[in-house]
């Protein structure tokens, strides 16, 4: 079998493989490199947990840090006071950087 | 096991003990050691088995093992990049130790070692910190502009990058307990509707109706452990390729 390019009529061997692979769907289109989700929880269940773990995970770390400088800098708990809010707010810029509109491939959305 | 008395006792079954009589004991080598090892062993077994053959068309094992390869060879060059190979290994050794434990478990008498947040916690830090000591490596102290967001005015700064390296470390929660809550979430519920089964089905004839109702909700459970014991692998495997791609590529 040849499968050289310079045959002497019509399409080379590859091209009229490809063709005929493409005709039987054998061949997946090229998936966008832009899968960020990844089919991750198409489920109600799925988007649900996500965006719950998203969103306490956060909070989870901003608290144990804040807990922490609290406990080490004195008696007042300020550190705590402002790291549950930092935490909120990065529990929900993990939410939007999981369901945020792809404008661009693989840029991270601009600040709000 | 499940209904003792007329209790369901749905967490008794994470509990830990040895394993492998006296030598287990001595070496305190749990049952969740021994279906890790079961996991490492089922892996290199796909792989050798399914290529011994080294045909040219490829039989069922050899398919498979081709598959696996592919699939996560595909994952790792897809979300990372061309540099994505140099991590093929270790996402296709994390990938497959994770897809084998979740596997397991669903298999009776057998223990979820995924569904121990300390072992989650633990593949999560590996994955955690090499990702940061990648992108240390590459791109040195400028890796730190990671936590800059683009296109912000200076003054808010100061906010900002606090909150995006909040964001940053609470990846290593929120990979941990994805994993962690899916497993152990499923097998509570298999538990609970298996004692269901033994509780109605020993209280009398009548009760045989919503006893077998009950059963067949926990068959339609195990196939849907299955999915999640699948996806949720895949879904640890492409998390970390998503985040070794940040390391790799800041943004």
Redesign the interface.
Same mark, same amino acid.
């Given at each position: 079998m040849s499968d050289d390019p310079g045959d002497d009529d019509g399409p080379s061997f590859e091209e009229r493989l490809k063709a005929a692979r493409r005709r039987q769907g054998l061949d997946t289109p090229p @998936?966008s $490199?832009g899968? !960020?989700t990844?089919g #991750?929880?198409q489920s109600p269940w799925g988007i649900g #947990? *996500?965006v719950g773990? !998203?969103l +306490?995970?956060?909070l +989870? +770390?901003?608290v144990a840090?804040g807990y922490g400088l609290s406990l080490l800098f004195g008696a007042r708990p300020i550190f705590l006071a402002v790291?549950v809010l #930092?935490?909120g707010?990065? =529990?929900v #810029?993990?939410v939007w @950087?999981v369901f945020a509109p792809k404008q661009d491939e *693989?840029? @991270?959305p $601009? =600040?709000p | 096991m499940a209904a003792q008395g007329s209790s369901i006792d749905a967490l008794g079954q994470f509990q830990l003990h040895t394993a492998l009589g006296p030598l287990g004991a001595a070496v305190n080598f749990t049952q969740s050691n021994l279906c890790m090892v079961a996991a490492g062993v089922l892996t290199l077994g796909l792989l050798w088995v399914g290529m011994r053959p080294r045909a040219m068309v490829p039989g069922r094992m050899q398919s498979a093992a081709e598959m696996a390869y592919e699939v996560v060879y595909s994952m790792c060059v897809d979300t990372i990049g061309p540099e994505g190979r140099a991590f093929f290994p270790f996402v296709f050794t994390l990938f497959f130790f994770i897809l084998f434990g979740n596997l397991l478990g669903v298999w009776p008498y057998d223990f979820t070692f995924t569904s121990h947040i300390v072992v989650t916690l633990a593949l999560t830090m590996v994955v955690f910190i090499m990702s940061t000591w990648v992108g240390l490596r590459i791109h040195g102290l400028h890796w730190f502009s990671y936590f800059v967001p683009q296109g912000v005015p200076k003054p808010l700064l100061p906010l900002l990058v606090p909150i995006e390296m909040l964001s940053y470390v609470s990846r290593i929660i929120s990979l941990s307990v994805r994993l962690f809550a899916n497993m152990m979430a499923g097998h509570v519920m298999l538990e609970v509707f298996g004692a269901f089964v033994v509780m109605l089905g020993t209280a009398g004839v009548i009760f045989w109706i919503p006893s077998g109702l009950a059963f067949a909700v926990n068959v339609a459970l195990i196939g849907f452990e299955i999915l999640v014991a699948t996806l949720q692998a895949y879904v640890f495997a492409i998390l970390t390729c998503i985040y070794l791609h940040d390391a790799v590529h800041l943004h």
């Open positions: @998936r $490199p899968m !960020e990844g #991750l929880g #947990l *996500r773990i !998203e +306490v995970s956060a +989870v +770390v901003a840090i790291f #930092l935490g707010a990065a =529990g #810029l993990n @950087r *693989r840029r @991270r $601009p =600040g | -």
